[in-house]
């Protein structure tokens, strides 16, 4: 479906995205997490031609996407992190903009418009200019305005940046029944708990590279699925453990040494994984790397 | 061209006339002030001001003037239609990566822009010619008059959405105001006859855009027939900015 091949994005000197091989599928929900300026965006943009590859190959659906394909750009739905409506222009307009910009008949489109505001629950506030919403509100015009043309991909980057926990559940439930139309969805978020509630399947960046790839319960195998954590002196270090039984075997061990921090044992969540792997040493990040090409190649 | 790829060309073009005539007509009255009032000053200080009891080339000022003032009218209304909204669009608002990813081509987005920021310089000089007839001119305004005002327009919205696409700050178009159009303005025979100049200034001043659209609409204007020389520079221009402008939308990148 989605095919990256070698992505390279280089700016001046910094390279942003550095050899991305990636394979997605079709109706599959991907999330594609990692810190500030892990290269997420750059991506998704590259994956739009609003940004053009130093090196590499973009294939969606066996086609290469280059910025004059406007048959596969008829195919994707953008979300994109800025909220770039016309503020100028009521939600139903900008709707109807993309429509037209998306050859989308009149009646048929009239019909989405409607169909879509509905959805995201706008249709009281149709007709007001986009200037005056909150931040949530332009969030699902953005969303709305994305799954117009009925696209096949749907490409989310960071879609719930800045909004406020009720709001957020609110456009995963949006977003969720999406997913199960049967769409495939490139999600980018730093939020992990979005990526746990949404995501079939994970790839996590570090500084540009793909360092951990699978589903966010194998991520947390793979790192140990219970986590003692050590408070000391204000700083919180995580220990991983294959089986709760190791985790309580490390803790009495802290207890007989005679260790006074406070600790305490939990489940692993994806943010300790994230936290884990981003935290890690460069060199420990190129281990981790090495073992995945070793893990793909057999 | 197929007739798919002709189909998308027109719909993309049409949607963007579209955005652009409610913006238009949403803004009607504060883009009419802002676009109005210099060219209205110039009028007054330098043709009624002045102009009424001048004779200049056998005619009155006046008329000398006017097709000096519809020409700079028409470029700025077009140029600034074009290149700071098309500037902020793509990078401030970002709205411009909602064209980029629509599936219309490239060459859709620039003829679509360019055409809507002609359209708007063509209105404020239509507008200005209106004033000025009901001031009592009298000038030959024929269909030549304005395919030359239309040329002129499309040749300087397309200078202005290269100028947005390429320039790497906002400020920038302001730079592009003070330093080229604001000059032209002033020295493309706009106010004056450009025989008054030296020899290698002219010279240079003559090769300018505008310069061709001032010499060019004040022949049409006094019955002196068609200016092939400047109607045939002001195609090149315009095809020039037109082409320059398709490139920059290909390779534009924030």
Redesign the interface.
Known sequence: MIVLEHLTKKFDKFTSVDNLSLHIHKGEFFGLLGPNGAGKTTTIRMLMTLARPTSGRIIIDGQDMTRNAPALKAEIGLVPQHINLDNELTPRENLDLHGRLFGIPTKERRERIEELLHFVELEGRADEIVRKFSGGMKRRVLIARALMHRPHILLLDEPTIGLDPMTRRKIWELVRKLNTNGQTVLLTTHYLEEAEALCNRVGLMNKGRLVELGTPEELKIRTGPFVVEIDKGGERRGHFFPTREAGLAFMQQLHHEGHTDPVSLRATHLEDVFIHITEAPPSAIGSLQATREEKQKS | MSKATTL?LW??V??IL??EY??FE??FWRNMASTMVTPLLYLIAFGFGLGRGIRFEGTSYLEFVIPGIVALTTMNGSFNAVATPVNIARMY???F??????????LAITSGRILAGALRGLFSGTMMLVLTLLFGVHLKITPLFFLMLFLNCLLFAGFGFWAALTIQSHSDVTKFNSFVINPMSFLCGTFFSLQSIPGPLALFLKILPLTHTTTGLRAIASGQGVPWWNLTALAFFASLFFLLSLRAC?QV??
């Open positions: 998308s719909n993309g049409q949607t579209w955005q409610l913006l949403r803004r608002d970002k709205t990566e909602e064209y980029l990813t629509a599936p219309i081509s490239m290909y990148e924030d």
